[in-house]
């Protein structure tokens, strides 16, 4: 069974960091895409940063160099790093997880990915 379990949002101010975690289990590590979206409130999901099974990265537009995403070496842990935040940047952010092989904008939609986690909130203050 596949979990996914995020961690380490919580309120910066403006042009403060976080770093979320999503701690993965239950599938063959190395070969699921694996990603960030966001949701704020009364807003769609949208992607905000995707590692593909083969290791493509892709960020969102909006992302800008401000956000950095990896994996631990077992691929079990993914991360976001959020620097230089602000305040729309506000929202629930989820980590996502699909056994496909995810390519090119595919892998900032949302509705290639099958596995979610519950998602960790992030709030930035001006």
């Known amino acids: 069974q596949v979990q996914l379990m995020e961690s380490g949002g919580g309120s910066v101010q403006t042009g403060g960091s976080l770093r979320l975690s999503c701690v993965a289990s239950?599938?063959?590590?190395?070969?699921?895409?694996m990603g960030w979206f966001r949701q704020a409130p009364g807003k769609e999901r949208e992607g905000v940063a995707a590692?593909?099974?083969?290791?493509?990265?892709r960020y969102a537009e909006f992302v800008k160099g401000r956000f950095t995403i990896s994996q631990d070496d077992t691929k079990t842990t993914l991360y976001l790093d959020l620097d230089s935040l602000k305040p729309e940047d506000t929202a629930m952010y989820y980590c996502?997880?699909?056994?496909?092989?995810?390519?090119?904008?595919?892998?900032?939609?949302?509705?290639?990915?099958?596995?979610w986690g519950q998602g960790t909130q992030v709030t930035v203050s001006s």
């Open positions: 239950g599938f063959a590590y190395g070969r699921y895409a």
């Open positions: 996502a997880a699909d056994p496909s092989h995810i390519v090119g904008r595919w892998l900032l939609m949302s509705q290639a990915f099958g596995y």
């Open positions: 590692i593909d099974s083969d290791g493509t990265i």
